[in-house]
């Protein structure tokens, strides 16, 4: 079957302007996570949904970054006002698990590019 | 909060046996221990979790001391394709929103193998 995958997988932005950065996960997963990775280092974690619960957002770096799941499946991380800093690959990832526990299946990512 | 500490880079010749050893201090009680790949252009790869003792897989085993206060993931006759960068992540399995405490990835270990 199918696994993660992410839209765009590059997006080139300009300062200031707005971007939605897509996932679809595994059909029938219940958990599912969004990371950020910057150039060199492991993936920090930004967000979590269990189906359409956000049950912790704790890693979302600021007010800008805003993500969803209506309807517990596809996800969108939008983020508002984009800054230089916030160029980095955005990584989605989904568990059948509907804790942290076991595997999670990764997406190959979205790299976004602030100018 | 339980980081985990694990050498920058690795090298190793076709056909070895590479040992990753990751430190993790702090683990508590309910944490168990995950070890993801992680490719150029990729999203991690789930290798193997484990709690106690020793667990194996199809693709490598993870070694786990009476303390729980370090691991070894344990990769057998490596070849060029298992160049990649190996992440050690500790966490509660069990628990919920306290994602960023669970989910921490560092910098993991780049392995390299040479021809």
């Known amino acids: 079957g199918a696994g993660v995958s992410q839209s765009p997988r590059y997006k080139v932005a300009k300062r200031g302007q707005d971007v939605a950065l897509r996932c679809d996960p595994i059909s029938g997963h219940v958990s599912l996570f969004w990371y950020q990775q910057a150039l060199g280092q492991g993936p920090e974690f930004l967000t979590y949904?269990?189906?359409?619960?956000?049950?912790?957002k704790s890693g979302l770096p600021s007010d800008r970054f805003f993500a969803e799941r209506p309807e517990g499946s596809v996800s969108t991380l939008k983020i508002q006002r984009t800054q230089q800093e916030d160029s980095a690959v955005y990584l989605c990832?989904?568990?059948?698990?509907?804790?942290?526990?076991?595997?999670?299946?990764f997406g190959p990512g979205t790299r976004l590019t602030v100018l | 909060l339980a980081k985990t500490t694990q050498p920058i880079s690795m090298d190793s010749y076709e056909g070895q046996e590479v040992n990753i050893t990751c430190s993790h201090n702090n683990i508590a009680t309910n944490d168990y221990i995950t070890w993801y790949q992680q490719f150029p252009s990729q999203g991690p790869r789930f290798i193997i979790q484990g709690y106690k003792t020793k667990v194996t897989n199809e693709v490598a085993s993870l070694f786990i001391p009476a303390d729980r206060k370090s691991s070894t993931l344990s990769l057998p006759r490596v070849s060029l394709s298992d160049t990649a960068v190996y992440y050690c992540l500790v966490g509660d399995p069990g628990s919920r929103g306290t994602g960023a405490n669970n989910l921490f990835f560092g910098t993991g270990t780049r392995l390299t193998v040479i021809p």
């Open positions: 990832a989904s568990s059948f698990s509907g804790s942290y526990k076991g595997e999670q299946f």
């Open positions: 949904f269990q189906n359409e619960a956000q049950l912790d």
